[in-house]
């Protein structure tokens, strides 16, 4: 047999092999990945909505709403338990003249160790608010009031990404659908301004959110159920404080904007938004993180999954778990060099299950290491 020949041969047996069993291979891989790699701290009792950590690494939690849980925020530890934050008054939402929290869902700290967190009064009907506790010291920093039109009458405040240098926060409203908006506030002054509302680059798409195979749906006060599409929700600074990321939870683009323009007052509405510019795909994602290297770390919902948006804008599958992480729906970095997320079967509480609430605990918190284990591209 002739050398060419025979060398050809051999070539082509080896990419037999490689496409007749690369798959198995590749999905023996993955599961191996995700087993080594993703660590539970601790499962939890009751579903949690975001996530946040401190420089010391104390975990605080708010509890999401749709399960109507007694406390709003929480201490979380490695043992299960939570401890009401910052004190029970607040964490239970019984002060008498409605300043404690009601309903929250963003939280994050800044670099001061100030706890912020998005209280968007939909449970009892207070009006929305920032809250900055201080973890350290142990008191209470500020109140920012976001009332009308600040926070129109469907509004829906979900998300923020805090600029501690800035001393500004930014905030995702989905709001409505149509009507969704960032909401931009200066934390030293109080004053707040909602722009882009109505955007491509918040509103939702003509995307169905389908896990484990079957569709999410809210059940409407009349009987009937819709699938529901939702705006603007991931939403993360870079490490830099120069680029603001974020775009709709039903949607495949993620969408980015420099900060500085954000804060900049003097933009025109269409001025400002010919400066937002398309990023990278996406899937259907809740919230999300951004580290140091530039990678986005999201949840992908429909794949019971966790993945990552690269620096090269590439997205990657890191994480599939359909028992670990159902509803992953947000994200914080420790400095013990882990990125810290939590699953909360979100898509199986009455609200997103057409009234029936199928959500059994245990809930999860977990960690794992930086993104350079991504191991599949999508």
């Known amino acids: 047999m002739p050398a060419n020949l025979r060398r050809f041969l051999l070539i082509a047996v080896a990419l037999i092999l490689v496409i007749g069993f690369g798959g198995l291979n590749q999905s023996n891989a993955r599961s191996q990945t995700s087993s080594s790699k993703l660590e539970v701290v601790t499962e939890l009792s009751q579903a949690p909505g975001n996530i946040a950590l401190n420089s010391e690494n104390r975990i605080f939690l708010s509890l999401h709403q749709f399960f109507q849980p007694e406390l709003r925020v929480v201490e979380a530890f ?3 338990a939570l401890l009401p934050f910052p004190n029970k008054a607040w964490s239970q939402g019984n002060d008498l003249n409605r300043v404690a929290l009601d309903a929250v869902l963003g939280i994050q700290t800044d670099a001061n160790d100030i706890v912020w967190m998005l209280d968007n009064g939909l449970r009892d009907g207070s009006i929305p608010k920032l809250v900055g506790w201080d973890s350290q010291g142990d008191r209470l920093v500020n109140i920012i ?32 659908g149509d009507n969704a908006a960032l909401i931009v506030v200066n934390t ?12 491509q680059s918040v509103v939702p798409e003509d995307v169905e959110l389908v896990i484990d195979g079957k569709p999410v749906q809210r059940q409407l006060p009349d009987g009937s159920v819709v699938k529901p599409k939702v705006g603007v929700n991931p939403i993360a600074l870079d490490a830099a404080g120069e680029w603001l990321y974020f775009g709709p939870m039903h949607g495949t683009s993620m969408y980015r904007l420099r900060s500085a323009d954000l804060r900049d007052a003097s933009l025109r509405e269409e001025q400002l938004a010919a400066r937002v510019e398309r990023y990278s795909d996406k899937p259907i994602c809740d919230g999300i993180a951004m580290d140091t290297a530039g990678n986005i770390y ?3 919902l429909s794949e ?6 690269t620096s090269d804008r590439t997205y990657k599958l890191l994480f599939r778990d359909d028992k670990k992480l159902p509803w992953v729906d947000a994200f914080s970095l420790g400095n013990d060099n882990y990125v810290y997320t939590v699953s909360n079967q979100l898509h199986r509480s009455a609200v997103l299950n057409a009234g029936e609430n199928e959500a059994t605990p245990p809930f999860y918190l977990l960690r794992f290491p930086p993104a350079e284990s991504a191991i599949e591209t999508r």
Do not use: C, Q, W
């Open 78 to 80: 490695s043992n299960g």
């Open 145 to 176: 009031y976001l009332p009308s039109p600040i926070t129109p009458e469907n509004a829906f405040i979900n998300d923020l990404a805090v600029d501690t240098d800035k001393n500004y926060i930014y905030i995702a409203d989905p709001a409505g």
């Open 188 to 199: 030293r002054t109080g004053m707040a301004r909602r722009v882009l509302e109505g955007h």
């Open 298 to 300: 999201l949840g992908d």
């Open 304 to 309: 019971n999954a966790i993945g990552v948006i």
